[in-house]
């Protein structure tokens, strides 16, 4: 008997929508479209091996101190993409939208995405409103879509290495297969596929914006919102509601997850169920999220997210490490 | 208290437990007789047995049997065995199971000497016929509906699924009143283990009462804090052989006439009998729009609160100063007046269903009334509001089995859209997002077939397909697998 059973369900979309929404949330384009379509092909294969580095060593020398390292890097991001969203949020709609405020919606929906079947079949549904929308905003913007305004400027190998450090960020989603080598996603590779997806749509969304902007893109704050800002489809003048509904939803997700994979890491678990995390603790990172929101309130997130990455780096270099040590002691005691 | 001791072997001790149990109850009968030499007694509960039909049955064939068993253990067994009676094969030899049998409206022949007595169904309760349906409008298929007794409901399915696979579970639950329930499924296509898992669950349901198949429900529920339903409900029979050809569990409680359906997903709440009747183009056409009023009936107003307070520049201009111009007018702000008017138009309904039929008509339209006429004149709310409310309260309708959670979640997304604007309504489009996705009735997808999106989205999901190709594939629990994915 074949049943979908939550067992079945797979985080692999889940990861995905988080990797994606990386792009979306980004305050500044990071590079060129040509140099960005040029080292594409490398960043996607630095970045899966990373993630398949870092899983490997995971699975023989997790300890710990990587779990709490992890755990905290996992909290580091939470707060980050909080603070992101809160920034795009008040960017759009000024004087309206209050740090609290962004927390309270975003972390409310996290109650309801503990089980595994919810985060996964929620991530399948968001990631069909993703596309969809995305066709919507295309379509909207595709008359001011200019073929002219592409760059024909010389590359530099200044600007190669600008893409690749842009499209090099070591997100946690990368990291976050090796603690569920079962459930991340069916089939092989999933960080190939998870860096490829991300990076692809990294670069298209670059071209795209190249595309619009023109030699303009790089100076542009919210890129993405304001290409949709100019979008005329339908009655509705202007797009961006939409978008920032959605991209609202994909961080309350993202976060789902982070705090399934810290549960995970911390050895906290629900009672008589291995799939779901439990309320109990919820309170707890409630306010600790809220707090931390509050004290970071201030911080430039740019720098943070470089902290981050960095942090990431290291994390992972790390467990490689520790995990390698392991394989060779272990290969030369047998 | 009866419990299981057994019954005692004389027939005036049995008769002085009876007394004893029912002996002020008007409605409880005995009548002690003779049968051939053994002393003997007759029990029943007038109204729901019938001493007539006891009378055909059984004393006319005594009366006309050439000789009688000389005692009262060698009569019993007689009658349970050689003799040409409908009598219950099993006989009655505890306290507790003779109460249970007299409840259950059977007439007990107790005898003299014997430590057994005899059940006879002589069921005669009141009753009424089989009605029409009247909460599930449908068009065409049979119109008629559930009742109250337990056997004419499991008649009725019998009637219809007239397979030898068609199983009827009779128990009875652990409440006060030891009320019947059933469990009938198929067994060539319920999957074993949902029977198993739900027969077990509902035999350790511990409530007072239970009057319909509904009180189930929430024992059933994986997550309590989830708000969709984990059965479906029907009180058409075609629709419940419907989801028993589908491999689903029908649960029927005595008293009820509504049948409960497991597990329940949340496509079937916008299937009718119709949909399969009428051509498949109209019949995902009417399935489309059901889904759209759902939508529109939980998100319309928080969007429209939404749209006013925070992000006007969604709306066009032309229209946006009909709603300035409407929405200075009134002294709330939009939040307040949509929770109000909401509020009175679930009120109106509220009075207009629990009052008198008489006076109910009465109710709604002095409602409608001072809410769509009086208010707007005196300026407390606007047209604006009241045509979202009204039109939302409308397109509830369109998914009745999906009323509460509609009006729970409208009120949740007005509060939260009023209050955080589009956040606020990203919040409550993803709590109930999450709701929806992380129901698992079973360990079966609540969602599916609507997704993940597969090839069973189409032919029976957002639209249904020809029946040629419903027929080829079917739709049975236990069958959902990677195929249906794409």
């Known amino acids: 008997m074949e049943k979908p059973t939550g067992g079945e369900f797979t985080l692999f979309a889940a990861l995905l929508a988080g990797a994606l929404l990386n792009t979306l949330l980004a305050r500044q384009t990071g590079y060129g479209a040509r140099a960005g379509l040029l080292m594409a092909p490398l960043s996607v294969a630095v970045l899966a091996a990373a993630g398949w580095m870092f899983a490997a060593a995971w699975q023989r020398g997790q300890n710990a101190l990587y779990r709490a390292l992890f755990t905290a890097l996992l909290a580091l991001s939470s707060v980050l993409e909080l603070l992101r969203l809160w920034q795009l949020a008040a960017a759009l709609y000024p004087g309206t939208v209050t740090l609290t405020a962004v927390c309270v919606t975003v972390l409310l929906p996290v109650i309801y995405l503990r089980r595994i079947s919810a985060i996964s079949q929620t991530a399948n549904v968001l990631l069909c409103l993703l596309l969809g929308a995305t066709a919507v905003m295309l379509a909207s913007i595709a008359g001011r879509l200019q073929v002219t305004n592409l760059q024909a400027a010389p590359l530099h190998p200044a600007d190669c290495a600008r893409a690749l450090w842009a499209q090099g960020v070591l997100w946690p989603e990368l990291l976050l297969p090796a603690l569920w080598p079962q459930q991340a996603g069916r089939g092989r590779c999933v960080p190939l596929r998870l860096a490829g997806y991300t990076v692809a749509f990294g670069a298209g969304a670059h071209l795209v914006l190249e595309l619009f902007f023109g030699a303009a893109m790089p100076g542009r704050q919210n890129p993405l919102h304001t290409a949709a800002q100019s979008g005329a489809l339908s009655i509705f003048n202007r797009l961006e509601w939409m978008q920032l509904l959605l991209w609202t939803m994909l961080v309350s997700l993202k976060l789902a997850v982070y705090l399934y994979a810290m549960v995970g890491l911390c050895g906290g678990k629900s009672r008589g169920e291995d799939t779901a995390v439990g309320l109990d603790r919820y309170p707890l990172y409630f306010a600790a999220m809220l707090l931390a929101c509050v004290l970071l309130r201030g911080a430039d997130t740019t720098r943070l997210l470089l902290w981050r990455n960095a942090a990431a780096w290291v994390l992972a270099g790390l467990v490689g490490i520790g995990g390698g040590l392991k394989w060779l002691l272990g290969a030369k005691a047998a | ?486």
């Open chain 2, 1 to 486: 208290m009866p419990n299981d001791t057994p019954l005692p072997r004389a027939l005036d001790e049995a008769l002085a437990f009876l007394q004893e149990q029912f002996g002020q109850s008007a409605d409880f009968y005995t009548k002690p007789m003779r049968l051939g030499t053994v002393p003997a007694a007759l029990a029943l509960f007038t109204g729901i047995s019938s001493p007539e039909k006891f009378t055909v049955m059984v004393l006319d064939l005594l009366k006309n049997a050439d000789a009688l068993p000389a005692d009262g253990a060698a009569l019993a067994d007689w009658l349970l065995g050689a003799a040409p009676v409908a009598a219950e094969r099993q006989p009655v030899t505890a306290q507790n199971d003779l109460v249970q049998k007299l409840g259950n409206g059977m007439a007990v022949l107790l005898l003299d000497g014997s430590g057994k007595a005899v059940a006879f169904s002589t069921q005669e309760m009141p009753q009424r016929g089989v009605p029409a349906p009247e909460g599930e409008g449908d068009m065409r298929g049979p119109q008629e509906a559930f009742t109250e007794t337990l056997r004419v409901n499991i008649a009725l399915l019998r009637r219809q699924f007239r397979t030898g696979t068609l199983t009827a579970e009779i128990f009875t639950a652990s409440t006060r009143a030891a009320t019947e329930y059933a469990v009938v499924y198929d067994k060539a296509l319920a999957p074993a283990a949902v029977v198993q898992t739900l027969k077990k669950r509902l035999a350790g349901i511990r409530i007072p009462v239970l009057l319909d198949s509904a009180y189930f429900a929430s024992f059933l529920k994986q997550d309590k804090l989830n708000l969709f339903p984990a059965a479906a409900y029907t009180e058409r029979p075609a629709t419940a052989c419907a989801r028993l050809c589908e491999g689903k569990v029908v649960i029927l409680v005595a008293g009820s006439p509504q049948a409960m359906v497991v597990p329940g997903f949340f496509a079937e709440h916008f299937e009718t009998l119709d949909d399969y009747s009428s051509g498949a183009v109209f019949a995902g056409l009417i399935r489309l729009l059901k889904y759209l009023a759902f939508a529109l009936a939980v998100f319309g107003p928080g969007l429209y609160v939404m749209a006013v307070s925070f992000a006007p520049e969604i709306i066009p201009v032309q229209l946006l100063a009909k709603l300035a111009q409407a929405e200075q007018a009134t002294p709330l702000p939009p939040v307040l007046e949509m929770l109000s008017v909401t509020l009175l138009l679930e009120i109106v309904r509220e009075a207009g269903l629990r009052a008198p039929q008489s006076i109910g008509h009465t109710v709604s339209l002095v409602g409608a009334l001072i809410i769509g006429q009086t208010a707007v004149d005196a300026g407390i709310v606007s047209v604006p509001v009241l045509t979202m409310a009204a039109a939302a309260t409308i397109a509830t309708l369109a998914v009745p089995a999906l009323y509460e959670q509609s009006i729970l979640f409208r009120f949740a997304v007005i509060v939260l859209a009023g209050a955080f604007g589009v956040p606020g309504l990203a919040c409550g489009a993803l709590i109930i997002l999450a709701m929806a996705c992380g129901s698992e009735p079973f360990g079966y997808d609540y969602l599916y077939p609507l997704m993940p999106p597969g090839k069973a989205t189409w032919r029976d999901g957002f639209v249904r397909s020809i029946w040629q190709y419903l027929a080829a594939r079917g739709e049975v629990l236990g069958r959902h697998g990677k195929a249906d994915r794409g």
